[in-house]
């Protein structure tokens, strides 16, 4: 089992920058595949970035390509994301997942297995 909490969400302007945490319970954390997913009101739950567990391999939407930089401490059991020039359609609830099966990109939600409560980022104009 991984119990997951996000933080770092808050009201920011357009052009700038949050970072995102994602504590992680568990003693196995370092062997976890990471990623971030984001719902916006009225719309589906969309990926956002994925990380496999030693780090070496990341993988970003479109969307934020460029912008957004994914990582994990397993030292901190922590994953992040860096967010930067930010837009006021990045507005969502960002959610931290986490999987022990995943081996290559996984963009639909339902492949997850661990899902944060998540936190929620307001980016105005």
């Known amino acids: 089992q991984v119990q997951l909490v996000e933080s770092g969400g808050g009201l920011v302007q357009a052009g700038g920058s949050l970072r995102l945490s994602c504590a992680a319970s568990?003693?196995?954390?370092?062997?976890?595949?990471m990623g971030w997913f984001r719902q916006a009101p009225g719309k589906e739950r969309e990926f956002v970035a994925q990380i496999t567990w030693s780090g070496s391999i990341k993988y970003y939407a479109d969307s934020v390509q460029g912008r957004s930089t994914i990582s994990k401490d397993n030292v901190k059991n922590t994953l992040y994301l860096q967010m930067n020039s930010l837009k006021p359609e990045d507005t969502a609830i960002y959610y931290c997942t986490a999987d022990a099966g995943l081996y290559s990109l996984a963009t639909v939600p339902r492949t997850w297995d661990y899902w944060g409560q998540g936190t929620q980022v307001t980016v105005s104009s």
């Open positions: 568990g003693r196995t954390f370092s062997s976890y595949t």
